[in-house]
């Protein structure tokens, strides 16, 4: 599909030598990323840095945050890939405002991904997208593990993977966020992405050369 060139018309276009028509459903879209995390901000590779192990109670940049914070890589204890820094929480969690994440619900598919490790094993969380409101709170999709052992950020990663359908109809335009919590021991995130993938336009015409 990739070495196609699609093109979305209304008018037609005689010179193409292959015209397929799509109706309604099933259209091929490409998936764009609308929002990432990797938990650099702040950055506290200085003071007020908690421990000689790189661990500070430091809120990320536009997360609301109950028992968590940043830690920086320290040799032997963190090593993320994606940049220096990951968010962790212990028995709590973290959920971003729209300081952190602005996107509004809309019609398509949305896929979260994110690599998570562990301090203290073995770890269990949750991860979750939502649609809110000042008053509402409604759980899209969720992803979780319980009895994580892996320690290397870079080798494990997990995702979730929500489509609007009609049942949904009263949450477009609502706020969307990325939540993550445990119960328990102390798992760290890294490399969150949001890609979205808009539905077809309800008769959309498509063009294939
Ligand atoms: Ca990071
Ligand atoms: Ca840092």
New binding site residues.
């Given amino acids: 599909m990739n070495a196609r060139n699609y093109k979305v018309t209304g008018s037609t276009v005689l010179t193409f030598s292959t015209l397929v028509f799509f109706a309604c459903f099933g259209i091929p879209a490409n998936a764009a990323n609308i929002w990432s995390e ?3 901000s702040p950055d506290i590779s200085e003071p007020p840095i908690s421990d000689a192990d790189g661990y500070s109670s430091s809120e990320p940049t536009g997360w609301d945050m109950s028992n968590g914070g940043i830690s920086d890589n320290r040799p032997g204890d963190i090593n ?1 890939p ?5 968010g962790w929480t212990n028995g709590g969690g973290m959920e971003t405002t729209t300081n952190a994440l602005s996107e509004v619900l809309q019609e398509g598919t949305y896929t979260l991904t994110f690599n998570v490790s562990v301090r203290s094993a073995p770890a269990d969380y949750t991860v979750n997208l939502k649609a809110v409101t000042a008053s509402s709170t409604n759980v899209l999709g969720t992803v979780s593990d319980s009895g994580l052992t892996n320690t290397d950020m870079s080798s494990y990663s997990n995702s979730l993977s929500f489509t609007t359908d009609g049942s949904h109809a009263a949450l477009l335009g609502q706020t969307i966020s990325v939540q993550f919590t445990c119960t328990d021991f102390q798992p760290q995130f ?2 969150f992405q949001l890609d979205f993938e808009p539905a077809p336009p309800s008769g959309t015409v498509f063009y294939i050369r």
């Fill in positions: 990797s938990f650099e993320t994606f940049g220096d820094q990951v890294d490399n």
